[in-house]
């Protein structure tokens, strides 16, 4: 059906180690992933049946992350680009890739929970076992910033780009961020994991919550 080329070196920002990313689509039932070197550039190849495809818009929207979106979005159609099924596919990703997740508030409030109880696991063993205290932290610091974007109902970028967002769209938090992954102590990286989760979520432990019957 077609030939979708796409990642940083079309999009024209490629870093030292940036591989081609090239999208198959075609008409067999079956999916899968491939990765070569073509006169020494690294070249990830995913194949995959248009119901695949579908399946991926879904999947990833649920996730607040539109990755396969993106890459179909931004890419360069090399073959079958007089394909409906394959305009067709372009067409939705375009969408797909500027749609973010609408959260429900309890959806909201299940995210809310989830880091905030990481953050008191971290608390129950900061002085019994620091490395796994950190562990906690990590996670909950981690999840923290996914869900500032989810919340301000924004599409999760990509993981190398979201502490630049986070900066300039949320500076004080983005303070924060950057403050916790330069500490070197240990005391000061949970102290300012407090105050991150605090602000972003509302609580760092357990607090009472009701989801809706279903």
Same mark, same amino acid.
């Given at each position: 059906?077609?030939?979708?080329?796409?990642?940083?070196?079309?999009?024209?920002?490629?870093?030292?180690?940036?591989?081609?990313?090239?999208?198959?689509?075609?008409?067999?039932?079956?999916?899968?992933?491939?990765?070569?070197?073509?006169?020494?550039?690294?070249?990830?190849?995913?194949?995959?049946?248009?119901?695949?495809?579908?399946?991926?818009?879904?999947?990833?929207?649920?996730?607040?992350?539109?990755?396969?979106?993106?890459?179909?979005?931004?890419?360069?159609?090399?073959?079958?680009?007089?394909?409906?099924?394959?305009?067709?596919?372009?067409?939705?990703?375009?969408?797909?890739?500027?749609?973010?997740?609408?959260?429900?508030?309890?959806?909201?409030?299940?995210?809310?929970?989830?880091?905030?109880?990481?953050?008191?696991?971290? #608390? !129950?063993?900061? =002085?019994?076992?620091?490395?796994?205290?950190? /562990?906690?932290?990590? +996670?909950?610091?981690? $999840?923290?910033?996914?869900?500032?974007?989810?919340?301000?109902?924004?599409?999760?970028?990509?993981?190398?780009?979201?502490?630049?967002?986070?900066?300039?769209?949320?500076?004080?938090?983005?303070?924060?961020? #950057? !403050?916790?992954? =330069?500490?070197?102590?240990?005391?000061?990286? /949970?102290?300012?994991? +407090?105050?991150?989760? $605090?602000?972003?979520?509302?609580?760092?432990?357990?607090?009472?919550?009701?989801?809706?019957?279903?």
């Amino acid at each position: 059906m077609g030939i979708v080329l796409t990642g940083t070196i079309i999009r024209g920002n490629p870093g030292l180690n940036s591989d081609l990313d090239i999208f198959v689509i075609h008409g067999e039932p079956y999916r899968q992933r491939i990765q070569k070197f073509f006169n020494g550039i690294p070249c990830e190849i995913f194949v995959n049946h248009p119901d695949h495809i579908w399946r991926y818009f879904e999947t990833d929207l649920k996730k607040n992350r539109p990755v396969s979106a993106h890459m179909l979005a931004t890419g360069m159609v090399v073959s079958g680009g007089d394909n409906e099924e394959v305009q067709r596919i372009i067409k939705m990703a375009k969408e797909y890739s500027g749609r973010p997740l609408i959260p429900d508030d309890n959806l909201k409030t299940a995210d809310r929970y989830r880091i905030a109880t990481l953050f008191e696991d971290a #608390t !129950d063993l900061k =002085e019994v076992d620091p490395a796994t205290s950190l /562990y906690f932290l990590n +996670r909950a610091v981690t $999840e923290a910033i996914d869900f500032l974007f989810m919340a301000g109902c924004r599409t999760l970028p990509r993981a190398k780009e979201r502490i630049r967002q986070i900066e300039e769209s949320w500076p004080e938090m983005g303070k924060l961020v #950057t !403050d916790y992954f =330069e500490a070197r102590e240990f005391d000061e990286k /949970y102290a300012v994991a +407090r105050t991150l989760v $605090e602000k972003s979520v509302g609580a760092t432990g357990f607090f009472e919550w009701e989801s809706e019957r279903s």
